[in-house]
């Protein structure tokens, strides 16, 4: 059974990347985050990365204390961004992986080879009543190591789905599919996210098992041509159409 309604995360990571790329407070993305609450946008997800190259500390507060959506807070598997995420409490903490020097995320978290390193770090956001989502590849390895690790909620990588195309891409949407699968039957909520566009989006979102989409780059990309709810709901009347 499909969930009643597929919900739409909204990254703002890169208003902010706008934003410092002159210095200053404009584009502010709590602005952004404003406007998605108000468009109906579900949530709005915000990647503080150890660099701080787009979204800052104080931002996290000010986007809390702006609109009631829950905020999905995107952290680097460290000591102090998980001191970070128990000091605001975020709706959500997504453990991605991270390196300084890659523009976006590569690839998703090993769960697997990362297990001990992993497992106090999600029990104590658990434990704080923060929903842990792990940003995984889609692969029965690391569904298994996420179950393992109690993670109420998984993120499926998109990008090489993304990024496919033809026979490949065919390839890429199935094994997303049965690994969303795999993680309903086995108590986690899938949600899936990166590379997705107006133009690959559909296939990804008729995912039965699928509870939420997060969107960023590309919605921002969009909103410079004809505005951040513009963007925002032409992606929502695509979602809601492959349902």
Do not use: W
Request: charge should be negative; charged fraction near 25%.
């Amino acid at each position: 059974m499909m969930p009643q309604r597929l919900r739409l995360g909204v990254n703002i990571d890169h208003v902010a990347t706008i934003r410092n790329a002159r210095g200053g407070d404009h584009p502010d993305p709590v602005r952004a985050a404003e406007i998605v609450a108000a468009c109906g946008g579900d949530g709005i997800t915000a990647h503080l990365r150890e660099d701080r190259r787009h979204i800052r500390d104080e931002d996290l507060a000010r986007i809390q204390a702006a609109t009631s959506l829950p905020l999905n807070l995107e952290m680097a598997a460290t000591d102090e961004m998980l001191a970070i995420a128990l000091r605001h409490k975020p709706h959500a903490a997504c453990i991605v992986p991270e390196r300084r020097e890659e523009r976006t995320t590569e690839g998703g978290l090993d769960a697997a080879g990362q297990h001990n390193r992993l497992y106090p770090m999600v029990q104590r956001l658990l434990d704080a009543g923060i929903r842990v989502s792990l940003f995984i590849a889609p692969d029965e390895r690391q569904i298994e190591a996420a179950m393992r690790l109690h993670a109420p909620v998984v993120e499926l990588h998109t990008g090489e789905y993304a990024h496919a195309s033809g026979e490949a891409r065919a390839a890429e949407l199935k094994r997303l599919a049965d690994m969303a699968a795999l993680a309903a039957k086995n108590g986690i909520e899938p949600h899936a996210g990166h590379g997705l566009t107006y133009d690959n989006v559909q296939p990804v979102a008729a995912i039965p098992q699928l509870a939420e989409l997060n969107i960023g780059h590309y919605l921002i990309g969009e909103a410079i041509f004809c505005g951040l709810e513009p963007a925002v709901l032409k992606m929502r009347e695509l979602m809601d159409a492959a349902r």
